[in-house]
């Protein structure tokens, strides 16, 4: 009768989960037939070059949506840590080095501000982000009112090189997702991540600390928008207060797109990586159609609520309407 | 792994030091909390002795659920004492009640639904490596071996509790509390959802834990399960201790004079001779033939007259919450069937559509479908019958809305200072009220009762039968569904036991007993001297005394 069943180390990858990945490889597809160059190194480096800022993102944004809230600091986050990076960062190792971490802690320290706010003042994450979302984007003006500042040609290199085929960025995202998301999936902490944003009071009476998990999530989400920062840095060598604005918005669509639940407490990673590529590449595909870049967004917004068309037709076919109101 | 954890809910030095203090496991004294200007407790003692099984009574607002949320580290108290192994504690997470030693079953649960059931049993206790990673192979394991201990193998540890019915959610809290191997298990209502079986099991593990010397904490509306398993029994009423019995002294209604005073007692002892014939009627006012539902009701017929209350009853989830559902228009596909309703065909769609049609459904699910917590006592009661008190803008016409909150807040008796305050704040049973208001301020013609007393104590309980029997007499066709037997017996014409989707039997007049309905949910016979005049479609005298006029009138109407 019972069956043996392999214990599940990561929530089962749904239909979502999927839907990106096709996805990009239909995109893929219709670009490579304008443009053959695309599976060449060159392609695909320049490919995943566009795109592993977003994946970022991306992961950043699940790690607070899992917890049931949102964060709409992400944008104005990246483009603080490229203002503070390009403008102190020098050019010799020795000056570098130390801001690069630096970057990374100011990553850490204002989700950590952004998780304070939600757990202890009570907030809704909608508004407190939202709210450090312009005190960062000042900050950025601040810094550097105009883009510009330098960055060392080795970094540089080192994030959007490439050996060959193998491109440095997509290494960056795979140490990222082997350092920063794959202990925090495999930990307690990252357990109760979940668990607050399936039923906060089920964690709080099962023994869960919440505010624990949620700061955890949003200082985490912090770190991971800092290297996405700081990669957005190297590729465009200088530091823009306004670089970082599409990017709050984009890592929503990439989340959802991913099969994330927005109340919560469901979703996996590969989902938003890979919608991360995708929403990405579609640019850079009509942009070898000769599409205007005036029509990017139209499209970009007209494919994701086509997905979400689909996984509403999934909710049509429910039997009852409780399941159809979830 | 397994070893360690089975000899330590039967340890034998455990019982050693335990017997020597024996009245020390637990005592709560003089436990006091307010909420804003009620006070919910007042002077409340509690003593668990080690090696026995104690029951918690009181009626509604006695202050039960207050005190369960004290002990396990929920709330804080505002004075008194807590002392566990003779030494003062003062919990201020549950985390750090589970810790010491003290282990709660909510009532309402704190699973994850989107957690498999192992990661959930073993939530914030995981086995882990050097490096901080979860075992999951080991949580595995180690949920199996609880579960085990519940005698369950029905349940897939790795399967995700969303996909779970209620009763095994239920044995998943239970398996969660038992996981901190706990000294103390409090056990709130944690057989409501329990099928007969699973609490028999569960009282198996009761017994075995006592007998181990542990201390149980109990808390039921089910009065035969308190008979069954308590050694002794601590009585609350208005937030005191009222009384401390022990087995010996057990007797109902001196159990009932303690938790209501004299006045209410009568009334649970229903009596059968107490209840109106029921009228012969000229048509039925629900009429199902061969309603299918996919996987959930197979060829389900029957009808409903005006002014009888046909209990459903059986097993846990053998389709009778389905057809509930299904016939307040809660499915959008997958079924089929002759279905009349107040004499029209076919079944409502959608639950609007059902409520015009002037069926009304008290859901199961109090606290997420029944009613809307944080929304005002208020609006609750005028929720669903808005359309009558707008004026010709569509606004709400506040007075008439507060007097229909007003008359309906008397006739039900449900106790609040301030209609205008949430609904949360209420008791159960009072919150059950203003659900079941919230129809009658429709006045539809048939009332869908989901298990409307689960959860609910027993005062909030026999006013919740006066309405249902206030209902008949008003000639309302009812449907009521509820997993206990004796109320179903007590309250209902006619009873329809389901297993499996389908109905295995029909009981009435002397048949309907609680022997009866067991057999039939089990699918053995029930002492009935000719079944098949019972069978569905061959329906008790009801049907012989107004079916002929039915048909007369039908042929007059064509």
Redesign the interface.
Known sequence: ???Q?????F??ISFATFLPAIGFVLVLLIYWIQQPLILSDFGIVSLCNQSVALALAAMAQTLVVLTGGIDLSVGSLISLTTCFAATYMGTSPETAVPVIVATLLLGVLTGAVNGILVVFGRLEPLIVTLGTSFVFGGIALQIRPQPGGSVPGWFATMLTGNLSFLPYSLVLLIVAVCLVWV?LR???IG??I??VG??E?????????PKKAKLCAYATGGLLTAIAGLFITAQTTSGDPNVGDVYTLNSIAAVVLGGVSLRG??GHIAGPILSGFLLSTIVSALLAWGISALWQSLIQGLVLLLVLAGIGLQIQR?????Q?FG | MSQSFSTSLSDPTTTATNSRNLDSLLVAENLSKSFGATQALKKADLRCRAGEVHALLGANGAGKSTLVRLLSGVIRPDTGTILLRGQNVRFSSPKQAAVAGLATVFQELSLFPHLTVAQNILIGQEPTSRIGWIKEDKVLTRAEEILSLLGESAIDPSAMVESLSLGQRQVVEIAKALSHQPDILLLDEATSALGPEESARLFALVRSLRDSGKGIIFISHRMEEIEAIADRITILKDGETVGHLTRDQFDRSHIFRLMLGTELSRSIDTNKAEQKPSQPSARPIIQVENLELKRRLHDVSFEVWPGEILGLAGLEGQGQVALLHLLFGMYRRGYSGQVTINGQTGLPRTPWEATKLGLGLIPEDRKTQGAILPLSVETNFSLASLSGLTNWLGLIRRNREQSLVRQLTSSLAVKTTNPGEPIAKLSGGNQQKVVIGKWLARNPSIFLFCDPTRGVDIAAKASIYDIVRRLAADRKGIIYYSTEHEELVSLCDRVLVFRDGRISGSLSGGELNHHNLLALSFGSQPKIKELSRHLPGHSPALRDEGGSEAEADEGKAE
Do not use: C, Y
Request: aromatic share 8%; no cysteine; proline share 8%.
């Open positions: 009768m019972k069956t069943v392999r214990p599940r180390h929530p089962a202990p495999k930990s307690r357990r109760a979940q668990a399936d039923n009071h089920s964690a709080f009476i099962s023994g869960l600390n407490g469901r429910s039997e009852s309407w409780r159809f």
